[in-house]
């Protein structure tokens, strides 16, 4: 652990309720990130115990579906008190369903989003590149105006054959499909990093989502669909870059960076 680094956590906790009752807490409290950015929530906030919605020591911003309950949502736990947080893209369509907290730090911007998933039977899948399109546009708006871009989440798709345990199968999948894969092509074009991958790009079998169906988890037949991306020019923030493939509770593990913050900055919630 590098001395005064943060901590950030990202996780799909598939319904945090769910996740609770299956020690979502106890792991918590034990990992004891700075950061934590949680997706699929599936929840209200007055929905949950105090001590889930509000632990000690941190501060929890939790953004919901307004669209259906029990559907997607997003949250951010955070020992550092963000100067600001913002809830959603600014546009109603996607807005509605809880996928992004936006947190700003003295020395980052923090975008924490649950990208859509394009359905088995790609009904969604327009809707999930006209999101990529207006998230991209967000962190692009940030980053022109001078601020480090850092997003991370379940972006629901797997980049390249190293990143999915069988990419010929799944040639025609949701979360492998070329306008898909393509938009992971556009981040890195415009000039974001993914930490993981950057670190590890020839790293075989790391995988972030395994089918509950079929067992998956136990043979490692996954997808790498979670991941940690920064601005190019603030790589120099990233002191490692992770994957917890032994964390339950989920069909999706979480992942993880260390940051190095250049201000030092500290500040625990009371």
């Known amino acids: 652990m590098t001395p005064n680094a943060l901590t950030l956590l990202s996780w799909n906790v598939n319904g945090i309720r769910a996740a609770y009752h299956k020690g979502f807490l106890e792991w918590f409290h034990t990992a004891n990130p700075d950061i934590l ?33 029990g559907y997607s949502g997003t949250a951010l736990l955070s020992k550092v008190a963000p100067l ?20 700003h730090y003295p020395d980052f911007t923090l975008l924490n989003c649950y990208f859509p998933n394009g359905r088995r039977d790609h009904s969604r899948v327009q809707f999930k590149m006209e999101f990529y399109a207006a998230f991209l546009e967000k962190c692009q708006r940030l980053r022109e105006a001078g601020e480090t871009v850092l997003f991370c989440g379940d972006v ?11 990419p010929r199968e ?7 499909l ?29 995988y972030t989502w395994w089918s509950q169906v079929t067992r ?3 043979r490692n ?28 509770g989920s069909d999706h593990c979480p992942v993880g960076v260390q940051l190095q913050p250049r201000s030092g900055q500290t500040g625990a919630a009371e």
């Not at 629901?156 to 069988?166: E, G, Q, S």
């Not at 997808?223 to 032994?246: K, Q, S």
């Open 178 to 206: 070329p306008e898909e894969r393509a938009w992971i092509d556009r981040f890195l074009e415009t000039g974001y990093v993914d930490t993981f991958r950057h670190l590890y790009p020839q790293l075989e079998g790391q």
């Open 221 to 248: 037949v996954g997808w790498r669909l979670d991941y940690v991306f920064i601005a190019e020019e603030a790589l120099d923030h990233i002191t490692g870059a992770f994957i917890l493939a032994d964390i339950p």
């Open 156 to 166: 629901n798709t797997a980049h390249r054959p190293i990143d999915l345990a069988r």
């Open 170 to 176: 799944n040639r025609n999948t949701t979360g492998f």
């Open 84 to 103: 600001n947080v913002e809830f959603g893209l600014g546009i109603e369509r996607f807005d509605q369903e809880g996928r992004t907290i936006t947190a």
């Open 37 to 69: 950015c949680l997706q699929e929530t599936r929840a209200e906030e007055t929905q949950l115990p105090d001590r889930l919605a509000h632990p000690a020591g941190y501060y929890t911003y939790w953004n919901a579906s307004k669209a259906k309950k």
């Open 216 to 218: 998956a988890r136990e």
